[in-house]
């Protein structure tokens, strides 16, 4: 079975296309000029598998330059972002293509009570997904960690190791349940071998849910190290980071992401376990492994 991976040099592709070449597919990956693929041809390297890969360049906006790539695969596996409007392209190429079979990345994000930019464009996606005709089935994994290109825990790991305050705006108390890449990569290989997933959609996460300052104290914990979680109130610092952002002054976190830091972000992966056998490790246990990885 040959699988069309967008998304294939990404952070989450680098960990999905190894995945699905030893458990014997064959793959086809999307790229374009501008990709960084030394991360995922690095993993390939003196790899047995690594025969079973193929590269195809392209764009996701170029619907037909798409489908001709897209010719000969059997099923497609979408980890491209859906919140850049390229769902239409993407479907109308699958379609022409010939391919039935296809699962496609979205994200917990959608459910998000904040009029964040993406969600619009996110929620029309899956929408046209769900129409399209396909054999499609949806993951929407939370915030992934996992790896130096994670943008989010890799960089909380470092603040902590070198800083014995820690900031956090807000209380700190909102719930939290990150998912770490490979089982993502898990998540998507057990649907492509569970038909029932067809037509469904999943949400997935991490183990067990946890407060941000359960975050904080299960990394500290794991380096061995004694921290200070200095709160701030997390409006004037919203208001302070939006005035900055309107006059174009940049910053290191936006306000949105504050925003959401004192959202709950804890979802059921009920279903997932019960089609597929989703069952992700616990934090405590991941993280122990990007500590060790961030010395």
């Not at 990150?178 to 998540?187: L, M, N, R, S, T």
């Not at 849910?209 to 975050?215: A, I, Q, R």
């Not at 925003?259 to 069952?279: H, I, P, T, V």
């Not at 490790?281 to 961030?294: H, S």
Request: charged letters at 20%.
């Amino acid at each position: 079975m040959k699988i069309f991976v967008t998304g294939a040099t990404g952070f989450t592709g680098s960990r999905v296309v190894p995945l699905l070449l030893k458990n014997g597919y064959e793959v086809r990956c999307l790229y374009r000029a501008t990709s960084d693929r030394s991360v995922i041809l690095s993993a390939l390297e003196n790899a047995d598998y690594a025969k079973n890969v193929e590269w195809a360049a392209g764009d996701l906006s170029d619907t037909s330059a798409l489908s001709a790539a897209m010719q000969g695969a059997d099923a497609l596996v979408n980890i491209a972002s859906l919140g850049f409007g390229h769902a239409d392209s993407i479907i109308r190429a699958a379609k022409e293509a010939g391919i039935k079979r296809a699962i496609f990345i979205s994200t917990t994000a959608i459910f998000t009570q904040l009029n964040a930019k993406s969600k619009k464009v996110r929620v029309a996606a899956e929408l046209a997904i769900e129409t399209s005709g396909l054999k499609y089935t949806i993951l929407r994994p939370t915030m992934i960690y996992g790896s130096p290109r994670d943008r989010n825990m890799w960089r909380l790991i470092r603040f902590i190791r070198y800083s014995p305050i820690v900031p956090v705006f807000g209380d700190g108390n909102s719930l939290q349940q990150p998912i770490h890449v490979d089982d993502v990569a898990a998540a998507i290989l057990g649907c492509l071998k569970a038909d029932v997933t067809i037509g469904k959609s999943y949400n997935i996460a991490g183990k067990h849910p946890l407060t941000y300052n359960e975050v904080i104290d299960t990394i500290a914990r794991q380096m061995n190290k004694r921290v200070w979680k200095l709160h701030i109130p997390s409006k004037p610092v919203v208001a302070l980071l939006s005035i900055l952002e309107r006059i174009h002054i940049p910053f290191p976190i936006k306000a949105e992401q504050v925003l959401r830091l004192n959202e709950n972000k804890n979802f059921s992966y009920a279903d997932a376990q019960r089609d597929f056998g989703f069952s992700p490790l616990a934090f405590e246990e991941e993280i122990g492994r990007e500590v060790i990885a961030t010395k």
